[in-house]
Nanobody, 119 residues
Protein backbone atom coordinates (compact mmCIF):
# COMPACT_ATOMS: atom_id res chain seq x y z
CA UNK A 1 0.00 0.00 0.00
CA UNK A 2 1.43 3.37 -1.04
CA UNK A 3 1.79 5.52 2.09
CA UNK A 4 0.97 8.83 0.39
CA UNK A 5 -0.98 9.51 -2.77
CA UNK A 6 -0.85 12.91 -4.40
CA UNK A 7 -3.07 14.37 -7.08
CA UNK A 8 -4.04 17.66 -8.65
CA UNK A 9 -1.03 18.66 -10.71
CA UNK A 10 -1.21 19.68 -14.33
CA UNK A 11 -0.66 22.39 -16.90
CA UNK A 12 -2.02 25.85 -16.15
CA UNK A 13 -1.57 29.29 -17.64
CA UNK A 14 0.14 32.07 -15.70
CA UNK A 15 -2.30 33.60 -13.26
CA UNK A 16 -4.26 30.37 -12.99
CA UNK A 17 -4.94 28.12 -10.02
CA UNK A 18 -4.43 24.53 -9.03
CA UNK A 19 -5.28 22.53 -5.92
CA UNK A 20 -3.01 19.71 -4.87
CA UNK A 21 -4.18 16.91 -2.61
CA UNK A 22 -2.27 14.40 -0.53
CA UNK A 23 -3.92 11.49 1.27
CA UNK A 24 -2.19 9.14 3.69
CA UNK A 25 -2.96 5.44 3.62
CA UNK A 26 -4.66 3.50 6.37
CA UNK A 27 -1.30 2.19 7.60
CA UNK A 28 -0.51 5.67 8.96
CA UNK A 29 -2.47 6.25 12.15
CA UNK A 30 -1.15 9.48 13.56
CA UNK A 31 0.29 12.51 11.78
CA UNK A 32 2.21 15.46 13.11
CA UNK A 33 3.34 18.04 10.58
CA UNK A 34 2.43 17.88 6.92
CA UNK A 35 4.13 19.88 4.21
CA UNK A 36 4.49 20.54 0.54
CA UNK A 37 7.88 20.73 -1.15
CA UNK A 38 8.83 21.31 -4.74
CA UNK A 39 11.76 20.58 -6.97
CA UNK A 40 12.39 22.39 -10.23
CA UNK A 41 14.77 20.98 -12.88
CA UNK A 42 18.37 21.47 -11.84
CA UNK A 43 17.42 22.78 -8.41
CA UNK A 44 17.25 21.33 -4.93
CA UNK A 45 13.99 20.35 -3.32
CA UNK A 46 12.60 23.23 -1.27
CA UNK A 47 9.86 23.68 1.28
CA UNK A 48 6.80 25.56 0.05
CA UNK A 49 4.44 25.37 3.02
CA UNK A 50 3.88 23.34 6.17
CA UNK A 51 1.08 22.87 8.67
CA UNK A 52 1.23 21.33 12.12
CA UNK A 53 -1.34 19.11 13.78
CA UNK A 54 -3.02 22.15 15.33
CA UNK A 55 -3.49 23.83 11.98
CA UNK A 56 -0.80 26.49 12.21
CA UNK A 57 0.74 27.10 8.80
CA UNK A 58 4.01 28.52 7.57
CA UNK A 59 5.00 29.58 4.09
CA UNK A 60 8.11 30.47 2.19
CA UNK A 61 8.30 34.02 0.92
CA UNK A 62 7.48 32.97 -2.64
CA UNK A 63 4.30 31.19 -1.55
CA UNK A 64 2.98 33.68 0.99
CA UNK A 65 -0.15 35.44 -0.18
CA UNK A 66 -0.67 33.12 -3.14
CA UNK A 67 -0.71 29.60 -1.71
CA UNK A 68 -2.80 28.19 1.12
CA UNK A 69 -2.06 24.92 2.88
CA UNK A 70 -4.78 23.13 4.78
CA UNK A 71 -5.42 19.70 6.24
CA UNK A 72 -8.28 17.42 7.15
CA UNK A 73 -7.18 15.25 10.06
CA UNK A 74 -10.17 12.93 9.77
CA UNK A 75 -9.27 12.15 6.16
CA UNK A 76 -5.51 12.20 6.87
CA UNK A 77 -5.19 14.63 3.99
CA UNK A 78 -3.36 17.82 3.17
CA UNK A 79 -4.11 20.31 0.45
CA UNK A 80 -2.27 23.11 -1.28
CA UNK A 81 -4.38 25.73 -3.00
CA UNK A 82 -2.18 27.62 -5.43
CA UNK A 83 -3.43 30.87 -6.93
CA UNK A 84 -1.81 33.47 -9.18
CA UNK A 85 0.59 30.87 -10.47
CA UNK A 86 3.78 31.99 -12.16
CA UNK A 87 6.11 30.18 -14.58
CA UNK A 88 8.69 29.99 -11.80
CA UNK A 89 6.27 27.82 -9.82
CA UNK A 90 6.84 25.06 -12.36
CA UNK A 91 8.20 22.03 -10.50
CA UNK A 92 7.40 18.60 -9.20
CA UNK A 93 5.49 19.05 -5.95
CA UNK A 94 5.89 16.53 -3.15
CA UNK A 95 3.85 15.94 -0.04
CA UNK A 96 5.71 15.06 3.16
CA UNK A 97 4.39 14.04 6.53
CA UNK A 98 5.76 13.10 9.93
CA UNK A 99 4.10 10.13 11.59
CA UNK A 100 4.89 9.21 15.20
CA UNK A 101 4.85 5.51 16.05
CA UNK A 102 6.46 3.54 18.83
CA UNK A 103 8.45 6.50 20.10
CA UNK A 104 9.93 7.23 16.69
CA UNK A 105 9.08 9.73 13.97
CA UNK A 106 8.63 8.29 10.48
CA UNK A 107 8.96 10.54 7.44
CA UNK A 108 6.87 9.76 4.40
CA UNK A 109 7.07 11.33 0.95
CA UNK A 110 4.56 11.24 -1.85
CA UNK A 111 5.49 10.23 -5.37
CA UNK A 112 5.34 13.79 -6.65
CA UNK A 113 2.95 15.57 -8.98
CA UNK A 114 4.04 17.78 -11.87
CA UNK A 115 2.91 21.40 -11.96
CA UNK A 116 3.65 23.29 -15.16
CA UNK A 117 2.80 26.98 -15.50
CA UNK A 118 3.07 28.08 -19.10
CA UNK A 119 1.17 29.97 -21.75
Amino acid sequence: QVPLVESGGGLVQPGGSLRLSCVASGSIFSINAMGWYRQAPGKERELVASINSGGSAEYTASAKGRFTISRDNAKKAAYLQMNSLKPEDTAVYYCRLEAPRGGLIYIYWGQGTQVTVSS
